[in-house]
């Protein structure tokens, strides 16, 4: 018993130290003040609000400012209703007390594993037991991680253990009185559970344990299970009755939840996936329906799955008093991993389900009957989830460098800003920051840009470590160029930092230096059919481009379907509304498209009537194969740019006499791209290109100018 209780403590002692290295790693986390201003800015240009965006907010930001929100009044039926919204609450509740969302996490966590030690406990009756169950789920990475994330998933646990104590109290009273008390408490913890994550295994849970009653005939406490059930629904919902809506509106909005996941969900099923992800560590992603591998696998985990199955399954096949209870535990584990493995699955998703696994592999251990083989085995599963696991908790800048190139591409400075050192932010605001970044790339008309790592080589305990890319800026005229940055992260509280400076950017510029683009345009050369009529050729279009600051909101809407049908549908009215919108200066012109056919003047007129549309003039095609042009770079991949904007140095036929002649039309737009100081002077000259005019091709046959026309439509 001495040794028994030597071990509990051992076991105890590592939790607690497993949990302090996650606070020391995450100190700058756990201490970072929330933002609204930032997080309102990246919710409303998100995904969540602006259909394809590509200023992805994932699911914990969306949470985290759906939470603050809902704490200051907002309907929790209109936003993110598809989650309900308990969780929601306390995480808001959490930034409005502490000012951090990230302490919701480790709260909720810390809380989930003590339930889990009591459930264990209570159902077995052992400490050494309990300890040893509880330190296996403390160490396993997947959960590891979410100490230290705003997410619901740990509240969820909470709530499930707490009913699952629920559940072993209930089975073994034989009092009629204790059984309503433990029905009414049962309910109420199921209501709450259910208003954390959409309640697909709530009906699962409630069978259980209305099983257990139905055992015990005890159908006054089957009534008092439903009603305080019930209750616990509806509490997270009493600031939405409280601000006058009614009965009926919430029963509409229970509806709406129930039909977005059963019938609108549209993500494809992964079916498999969850067997997939614990035996070989590779798991469906539900967007590129790759196989990727998991980064909280382990070597543990499939002895995990097969050992835990085995030793709930044998101890569900002994003779004891205990059997209904852990028939339950077994009923509710097996109905978990299949629908996991039928429905789209994210990792995440088996966080209900280890735990118990987990127990069942403690309950295992001892038909090894060997000490040593029982310590070997043991001590096997817990080393290898522990260090998967203190490789999420100290991280290299990998994960980091991967958004901040991501962001970079896309021009998201202020998401940048977010990742960089105290040193820089201490210089600089992140509207200032943004601004700057955006300018410079409307400044030498960047359309796209593709970043390499070369060779990164991370190392996990290095505070200081650097990277090398190559950038290739693709612009809108003059072809590209290509920058070779060594960015360098700084780990300030355990976070990864980036030392930024503006020469990062590119060569030579400074926070002070810009740069200037001068266009000289070229054409490319005409396509003539044997009877002399032009077939293919360039002709004097206009650029749109719109001012998001001066469009008139009222007029929004008629502008943007006029603008639709100009551009022939080949840009929709909220793509048109994505670009102007999605991540811009509010009192800078932004480039939409080269318009593709001549405007009469009824047209031209009108365009010219709506706030905030600018035209400049511009070159366009008739007969273009295709919409975007290509360049291929020295590394030999080809990036697609300057959608609808037409240009003779990136555009190149792709079928037919534009693609057979391509050599010969292809004409190259002469300019310059230089930086310069703040006083005027040449700093230095990126780009500079001669003009050149492509030659004119005849061909040897007559074309029908009908068809012709047609196939431009």
């Given at each position: ?12 002692s ?8 996650i ?33 992805v ?12 929100l ?19 609450y306390?995480l ?5 007390i ?10 909720s ?19 050494m ?39 072993v ?15 009414a ?29 139905l055992?015990?005939?005890?159908f ?17 919902y009493?600031p ?6 009614a009965?009926?509106?919430?029963i ?15 993500v ?7 067997f ?17 591998k998991?980064?909280?696998?382990n ?11 085995v ?7 002994r ?19 299949v ?13 209900p ?5 987990y127990?069942?592999v ?14 070997t085995?043991y ?17 290299t800048?990998?994960?980091d460098?991967k ?8 021009g998201?400075?202020?998401?940048i800003?977010?990742?960089t ?6 210089k ?32 996990r305990?290095?505070n ?14 003059l ?10 992260f ?24 810009h740069?200037?683009t ?21 002709f004097p279009?206009?650029l749109?481009?719109i ?16 603008l639709e ?13 994505l ?5 811009n ?15 009469n ?8 009537t709506?706030?905030g ?43 037919g ?8 039309l292809?004409g ?31 061909l040897?046959?007559?074309v ?10």
């Amino acid at each position: 018993m001495k040794m028994e209780k030597k071990i509990s403590i051992l076991l105890i002692s590592f939790i607690f130290v497993h949990l302090s290295l996650i606070v020391y790693s995450n100190r700058g986390k756990f201490t970072e003040k929330f933002d609204p201003v930032y997080w309102k800015d990246k919710y409303e240009h998100s995904q969540w609000t602006l259909p394809q965006s590509k200023r992805v907010l994932g699911d914990e930001g969306l949470y985290l400012y759906t939470g603050y929100l809902l704490t200051h009044g907002a309907n929790p039926t209109l936003l993110n209703a598809e989650a309900p919204p308990l969780a929601k609450y306390l995480l808001g509740l959490t930034i409005r007390i502490v000012g951090n969302p990230y302490i919701f996490g480790f709260i909720s966590s810390s809380f989930a594993l003590l339930a889990f030690f009591i459930f264990c406990r209570i159902l077995t009756r052992s400490l050494m037991i309990s300890s040893m169950a509880t330190a296996l789920f403390a160490a396993d990475p997947l959960f590891s991680d979410q100490f230290s994330l705003a997410m619901l998933d740990s509240s969820y646990l909470l709530f499930l253990f707490l009913l699952f104590c629920v559940f072993v109290v209930l089975a073994r009273t034989s009092k009629k009185t204790e059984a309503l008390y433990y029905a009414a408490v049962g309910g109420l913890v199921l209501g709450l559970l259910s208003e954390i994550k959409f309640p697909l295994l709530s009906p699962v849970l409630a069978v259980l344990l209305l099983f257990i009653l139905l055992r015990k005939r005890n159908f006054k406490a089957i009534l008092l299970f439903l009603v305080f059930s019930t209750i616990g629904y509806l509490i997270p919902y009493i600031p939405y009755f409280m601000q006058g809506h009614a009965l009926e509106d919430w029963i509409r909005s229970q509806k709406w939840t129930i039909n977005f996941w059963v019938l609108d969900y549209s993500v494809e099923k992964t079916f498999g996936s969850a067997f997939s992800t614990l035996l070989s560590g590779f798991g469906q992603n539900l967007v590129t329906r790759n196989w990727d591998k998991v980064m909280h696998w382990n070597w543990s985990w499939p002895f995990v799955l097969i050992l835990g199955i085995v030793g709930l399954l044998k101890t569900v096949g002994r003779e004891h008093k205990e059997k209904i209870i852990w028939i339950i535990i077994f009923i509710f584990t097996c109905i978990s991993l299949v629908s996991v493995n039928i429905l789209p699955f994210r990792t995440r998703y088996l966080l209900p389900i280890i735990p118990f696994l987990y127990l069942g592999v403690v309950m295992f251990t001892p038909r090894l009957k060997s000490p040593i083989l029982i310590t070997t085995f043991y001590i096997f599963i817990l080393a290898a989830g522990w260090f998967t696991s203190l490789k999420i908790i100290f991280p290299t800048p990998e994960a980091d460098l991967k958004e901040i190139v991501y962001e970079w591409q896309n021009g998201f400075f202020q998401d940048i800003y977010e990742r960089t050192t105290q040193d820089t932010r201490a210089k600089i605001s992140r509207d200032k920051f943004h601004e700057l970044g955006l300018r410079r790339y409307q400044e030498a008309q960047i359309d796209t840009i593709a970043i390499e790592q070369i060779n990164p080589e991370f190392l996990r305990f290095k505070n200081a470590q650097s990277v090398n890319l190559e950038v290739t800026y693709v612009t809108r005229n003059l072809g590209f160029f290509q920058e070779h940055p060594r960015l360098t992260f700084i780990r300030e509280k355990g976070q990864w930092r980036l030392a930024w400076q503006w020469n990062l950017l590119a060569d030579g510029m400074t926070e002070n230096n810009h740069f200037e683009t001068t266009v000289n345009y070229a054409k490319r050369g005409t396509i003539f059919d044997s009877e002399g009529k032009k077939v293919a050729y360039d002709f004097p279009s206009f650029l749109v481009l719109i001012t998001p600051s001066k469009v008139d909101k009222n007029k929004e809407e008629e502008m943007l379907n006029f603008l639709e049908n100009i551009f022939k549908k080949r840009l929709s009215d909220f793509r048109i509304h994505l670009k102007y919108v999605g991540n811009n200066l509010p009192n800078e012109q932004v480039s939409i498209a080269v318009i593709p056919r001549k405007l009469n003047q009824t047209e031209l007129n009108k365009i010219k009537t709506y706030p905030g549309i600018f035209l400049e003039d511009h070159p366009e095609r008739f007969g273009k194969t295709k919409d975007a042009g290509t360049f291929i770079l020295s590394n030999g991949k080809a990036v697609e740019c300057c959608y609808l904007l037409y240009s003779t140095t990136s555009y190149n036929g792709t079928s037919g006499p534009e693609q057979e002649f391509n050599d010969t039309l292809k004409g190259v737009n002469g300019g310059r791209l230089t930086i310069y100081d703040p006083q005027g002077k040449v700093v230095m000259t990126v780009l500079e290109v001669a003009t050149k005019d492509g030659a004119d091709v005849k061909l040897p046959y007559a074309v029908d100018q009908e068809i012709l026309n047609k196939s431009n439509e």
